[in-house]
C-alpha cells in the first residue's frame, strides 16, 4: 500500500494540490481528508497565454517538504487508484504518476517522471495502470533517458494523481493508491483482447485481406452482425503461381491491446458451420516483434488451431508456447519447409519440431500488442467462423 487517507501512519502521505498557476493559469483545487476519503476537488481552466487547458494534480511530497520513505513496490505490475469522481458531468480523463531516483537525474531541473493516464468510468472505484503504459516526461517534455521503470521500482520518491488537458469541474474522493499485481489476471476467467460489441477498449479496426494481392483465388467475407458478433467467411484457393492454397485473413489493428503478461494462452469464442476445416491460424504483433524478411517492416506470431467437431459455441485455446515468428508463406507453418529449401522452425516450448528458443513469444511483446489475425490459410476448402471475442487466459485458470 502506497497511501491511504485513514489516519494510517506508514501510508499517509503529506499530499500538496499543484496547479497551473505556477504557469500563469487559473485552475484551482483544494484537498481534505474526510473520515477514510481524501478529497481533492477544484477546477481545470484555460490558461490564457496558450489558449489551452491547464491541470491540476495532488502530489506527495512536493518541492520544500521532507522526504518521504516509499515502500519497495518491485514485483508488482502496476499502480490502482481507488477511487469515485461525484460531480455530475465532471472530468473523467485522469493521470497517476510516479518519480523515481533515476527519472529525477533525467532532466537539469530535477522534475522528470513517471506517468500514465487512465479514464473514470461512472461505477468503477478501481482502476489499475500497468507499468508499461507509463512514460517519462519532465514539464510536458517526453523524455527518453530515464531508464527502466521495472527496474526502478524499489525507489520512489514522489507519488501524485491529477487531471490535465481538458477544462472542467471535478470531486475525486480518494480511497487509497497501491501497487499491485495486474487484476486481469489475477481476478478474471479470461481477459478480452477483442470484441465486436462496440466497447471501446476492445474494438478494432477490422479489414479483409485475401490472396489475389498475390495473384491468388481466394475469396471471403468479412461483416459485423446484430448480436455482437462478427462473421468470417470464405474459399481459400489454390494459387496457381505457388501450386498452393493461398489465404484469406482478417486483421485487426487502431490500438494497443490490454497487458496479457503471464497470460499463457490465448482464446477464441467463437462457433462454425464448418468446424472440419483444417487451415485456422490466428497471429499477433507489437512494436519490434523482429521481422523475418527486409521487405517486412515488423513479424508476428503465428499458430495454427482447430475446432471441436460441433457448431455450437465453443472456446478455443491456443497455447503461447505453439507461436512461433518464423512461419512459411506457402503454408502458414512453423514446420514447413519451403520448396525453395528454407526451413521454418517452431518454438522449443512447444512440441512441435524442428524448433528453435529464439523464435518463441517474448515476454516484453505481452504488454504491447497492436494487432490480431485470423486466418483461413495453407488448406483449401470453404471455411465458416463466427467470432464473440478474442481473449487470452491467465496461468491460474483452467478453461
Known sequence: MLATFDGAEETTLPFIPVNDPVMGGQSKSTFQVDGTKGIFEGEVKIVTFLGSPGFCNLEAPVFGQSAVQFPDISGTDGITVNMDQTVEGGLTNWDVSIQTETSKKADTTRSAGWQADFEFKSGQNSYFVPYSAFSCSSRGRQLTNCGDLSEQLNELTQLGIGSAGIEGQFRAELTSIEATASPSLKDQAEIRLATFDDVEETSLSWRLLLDPVMGGASTGQFSPTDDNTAKFSGTCAVVKSLNAPGFAKIEGTGRTLVDVTGSDSLLLRLRSAIPQYQGFKLAFSAPGVPSPSIFQKSGAYKTEFFLSDTQDWQTVEVPLANFSRDTSDYTGRCDSQDPGGKQ?????????????????????????????????????GDFDLELEWVGAKPASFLV
Not at 522449443?348 to 504488454?367: G, I, M, N, R
Open 344 to 380: 521454418h522452425y517452431c518454438c522449443s516450448e512447444s512440441l512441435l519440431e524442428p524448433s528453435a528458443p529464439e523464435v518463441c513469444v517474448e515476454d516484453k511483446y505481452l504488454s504491447q500488442i497492436n494487432n490480431l489475425a485470423i486466418w483461413a490459410e495453407g488448406v483449401e
